[in-house]
Each structure stands twice: as C-alpha cells, then as structure tokens.
C-alpha cells in the first residue's frame, strides 16, 4: 500500500468529515462526484486506492464515525438517497477494500438472494486509529493470507469479544462463518467445514485449537461459558460432550477427561483431531513444546563405551536390528506374521553401568532421535493427570514417528518407578491410579509400531505382565578386569597398563563412578594446578563409596 508522510495526512480526518456531510446533505449523483474531486483524491492518496474505492470508503467511514455502528448495503444507500441498483455498482470496490483489509464485513440476520446484501460494513480499527492521530497507514497493513495458527486465534478473539459482551453469541457465530468465507485456502477449515455442519460445533473447535498452541487447557465448563449467552444451551452442549455424542468426540478429534461433571472436566485433542490441526507441523510442535524432551542424534556426544563380549554381542545385534533397513524389512517381517511390528527392549542392572549412554549411542550411531520421557513429570499430585499425561506421550511420539524420517527411540528411564508391580486387592486411590497408568502402558506396548527402549536399575521390581512384553533384555553387570583397565585408561591418558590394571583390581567400581573419580581429578587439577599422583588418585577412589570399605570385599546390609 501506497502511503502518504505524516504531514500530508494532518487534513485527512477533515477531508473525511467534509465529503459524508456533503454526501448527506445532497442526493448522490455523478454532479456531487465531480464536485468532490479533489478531496476524493486526498482519500485516495492516502489509502492507495481506487477514486471509487475512496467514495465508499469515506461514506462508510463517515457513517461509522457519527452514527457509531455497522451499516448494511440498505443503510448505505438509505444514506446517499441513491437505489439499491446503483449502490450494487461498487460491489467490486467493497470486495477490493475488504481484502486490503481497509474494510470488515459481518454476517447480518437478514437473508437475501443476494449473497453480497448479507453483510454489515466496517473500517478496520488500523485504520481509524491512524486517521484519528495524523499517522500514515502501516505498510504492513495488508498482509498475505493467514495462517492456520492466526486464524484460530482470530476465532478466539471474537470468542473474548462474545464473552465480554461486546458480542452475541449469534453474532460470533456469524463472525466465524465469514471468516471461514474469507480463508477457504485453509485445508483444515475447508476439512472442518466439510465434517461439521454446525458452526457452534466449528467455533468449539477452533478454540480448542488455540488453547493447544498456547499450551492451555479446555475446561468444558469455561469455554462453553465464554461462548454461550444462555444458559440452557450452555448445558445442552455439556450433556452432549460429557455422554460422548458431541460431533467431535464422534469424529474422534477430542475426547474428555476427568468428565465426572462437566463443571470438572476437561477437552483432550486426540492423535487424530493433532493431525488434522498441525498436520505437517505437529513434529515442530512437539520439539518446542516445554515438557517435550526430544534429543536429535547430532546433538549425542560419541563416547566410547567398554563391556565384556557378551554385553557387546547383545548391543551389537540391537544396533543392527535398529539401522533402518533391517529395521523396515524386520517390521514387514514380523506383520506378515501377524506379529507387533514394534521393538520393545529393557536394559537392566546396577547403577553407572552404561545402560542410558547406551541408548544414547544406539541413537547416535543408527541416526534417530530419542523423546525422553521424564518420569517425576508423568506421576503427576493431581488424581486423573497422571493417566492423561501417560497418554500424551504415547500419542506424542506416534506423531514424531509419522513425521520423523527415521522412527525415533521412546527411552523410558529408571522405568522401575511406573513399571513395578501391581497392586492387589482394596488398593488406595493412589495404587489405582497406577495400576490404571501400568494398564495403558502395557496397551500401549501392545500397538507400538515405533521402538521402546527402558532403563531399570530393579528389574526384580518390575511386574511380570512388563516382563513378556521386552522383546530383548539385555542385563548390564559391573565391567570385568579388562573393561574397567580399558575405562580408566580411556578416561585418564596418563595412567600405565599397569596403575589402570591395580586400580581396575582394587576398586569394583561401575562406568559411573569411574566417571565421577575422573571428575574429581579434572577438579583437583584445576585447583591445584598440576596431575594429581597416583597416591591422589587412590585417594579420591577410597571416598568414592558411602561404605567404610572401598575395596572388591563383599558389602554386607
């Protein structure tokens, strides 16, 4: 858009005002037209627009401003004292200015044949401000078409307007047909309108997908609050969410949670209704999201990782099984069997011995992403959040895995604390509460198409039914002789064969507190200023344990 400096628009407000009073007090006619050239041209100097364009906007503008409302076509030309048949002329020029976004339109009660005798008329409120302080007109003003994400927060914009009654609720219904009319090259709204016949329903929807992309939950009894007036219909739409018969939750889209009374529960986006809203953006989504922990393998650090042969031969075949040949030709395999196709597998031993830098490596090395899941997040205070949060990421990461190139690892860590034993018989709510979460997991293990991978440092407090859904179980011990020389050698360059050889005797010590011994020296070094000694060195290895001996003798509890 064309725009005047500031200074040229100091009149403008003025020019405005002289062409509606001149509009109102003659008869429209070509003679008024002419009269009014050169102010007419001011308006379209300003605008960068059309003389035409100019003409029904200034009388818009001026109604607007003085009669403080929206007009329809019959109001205009009740104003100019004109026919229908000539204010039908400038059909084009009021399309034109409503898509340079100078115009807004709204949908009336009224019907008519005539689809553009249908709608009340505006001036963008940019727009008015500008005039209002001598301001040119942004150059942003006309924008390109929005997005999905814009539109639903357009649609829960009017919803705020509706609920603090600056709107009916039929009229905001009206509003987000037009603004369904004005972005049909929306897949989703085309989606939406085709699937939902009822625009309540679509309004709902659309709310419910702005409070996904703001990370907020749809409490049934707030939205419908916001968006109904009436009480009556409020309860009405209630009924049909809590008994399951809401033309969404039909479509499979949402679904309720903690639905006990409506005035508790709360509206859940399926895998379905996700696919349907972010589409190809569902994986960026989830990458940005705050609770989301997805680790891409360019962002592993490569670590060498020393076990004894046996350990190395179950790792090695895992890894295999992961490269993505194998694992593609394994999973037509396995379906043409009438088997899962997913990869459930458990790692499982004492602490600090390498099970999740394993996981880390078997990403890095077979190119896939890890979600991690964080299990303190999963076992929410709250009764019911803790189900709803289990089921999040299972849907989660079937959305990852649709649009991933490479299906990534679900990595459950310390998955003793969700995956233990059931409990039996008058459990406490809290049990019931996570024998429901070990439900869904095990349900969840039983469809997964993707690769599971859990760590456990207490495998005998796993529950049996978790046991015959892993795949592989592959048990990681403390490393032999000859893998903890290699660590420490590996971790400290300036030991000999033979200190890595006593240390590796003196010490049963697992990856991981080799690992912190090495930090413990990185520190004194820095500290001190030189290589601790081997006398340091042994040292900082007696204080590594809580027990009184640090030695291979047996701990006795």
């Known amino acids: 858009m064309e725009t005047t400096s500031t200074n040229s628009t100091i009149t403008i407000f ?26 007419l041209q001011e308006v379209s100097d300003y605008l960068g627009v059309t003389i035409r364009e100019a003409i029904i906007f200034s009388i818009i503008f001026w109604l607007n401003s003085n009669e403080l409302g929206h007009f329809d076509a019959l109001d205009i030309s009740r104003f100019l004292q004109c026919d229908m048949i000539e204010f039908l002329s400038y059909k084009l020029e009021i399309e034109q200015l409503i898509q340079k976004k100078i115009l807004t339109k709204g949908r009336i009660h009224r019907k008519n044949k005539y689809k553009f005798l249908n709608y009340y008329y505006g001036v963008n409120s940019i727009i008015t401000d500008s005039i209002l302080s001598n301001e040119s007109i942004p150059n942003t003003m006309i924008s390109e078409n929005i997005d999905i994400y814009q539109f639903v927060e357009t649609v829960s914009d009017l919803i705020q307007k509706r609920n603090g009654d600056f709107l009916t609720t039929h009229e905001l219904f009206e509003e987000v047909k037009v603004l369904e009319e004005e972005n049909q090259h929306l897949a989703m709204v085309m989606q939406v309108n085709k699937s939902v016949k009822e625009i309540e329903d679509r309004t709902l929807w659309y709310e419910i997908c ?5 990370s907020e939950k749809s409490n049934v009894n707030i939205i419908l609050s916001e ?22 939750i039909e479509l499979g889209w949402i679904e309720l949670e903690n639905g006990g009374f409506f005035s508790d529960a709360e509206i859940t986006m399926t895998e379905k209704g996700r696919d349907l809203f972010l589409s190809e953006d569902a994986s960026l989504y989830l990458k940005m999201g705050k609770d989301k922990k997805l680790i891409t393998p360019n962002n592993i650090v490569p670590k060498s990782l020393y076990f004894d042969q046996n350990l190395e031969s179950h790792l090695s075949f895992i890894r295999q099984s992961l490269d993505e040949s194998s694992f593609v030709n394994l ?19 004492s602490p600090g011995t390498g099970k999740t830098e394993s996981v880390y490596q078997l990403a890095r090395q077979t190119g896939r992403s890890i979600m991690h899941v964080d299990i303190s997040q999963s076992k929410s205070m709250w009764f019911g959040e803790s189900e709803k949060r289990i089921k999040e990421i299972f849907m989660n990461y079937k959305t990852l895995c649709k649009s991933e190139g490479l299906k990534p690892i679900l990595l459950f860590n310390e998955a003793d604390a969700i995956f233990g034993k059931r409990k039996q018989g008058n459990a406490s709510n809290v049990d019931q509460t996570e024998n429901t979460i070990q439900n869904i997991i095990l349900e969840e293990m039983e469809k997964l198409e993707g690769i599971l991978i859990a760590t456990t440092n207490l495998n005998q407090n796993l529950d049996a039914a978790f046991e015959r859904r892993f795949l592989f179980k592959v048990k990681f011990e403390n490393p032999s002789l000859e893998a903890k020389q290699k660590i420490w050698m590996s971790k400290l360059e300036t030991l000999t064969d033979i200190d890595a050889m006593k240390l590796a005797t003196d010490y049963s010590f697992s990856g991981g507190e080799i690992e912190n ?20 060195l042994i040292g900082h290895c007696n204080n590594e344990k809580f027990a009184s001996s640090s030695t291979n003798k047996r701990l006795g509890f």
């Open 227 to 248: 968006i109904y007036q009436r009480v009556q219909f409020r309860l009405k739409k209630s009924k049909e969410l809590i008994d399951g018969k809401h033309k969404l």
């Open 517 to 536: 011994i090495v930090r413990k020296v990185t520190i004194d070094e820095v500290l001190n200023g030189e290589i601790p000694d081997m006398q340091q």
């Open 331 to 349: 999973q037509n395999r396995l379906e043409s069997k009438g088997l899962p196709r997913g990869m459930s597998v458990i790692f499982y031993g």
């Open 14 to 39: 003025r020019t405005l005002n002289s062409i509606g009073k001149k509009f109102k007090s003659k008869k429209y006619s070509d003679k008024l037209i002419n009269e009014l050239q050169v102010e």
């Open 210 to 214: 702005f409070d996904l992309i703001r």
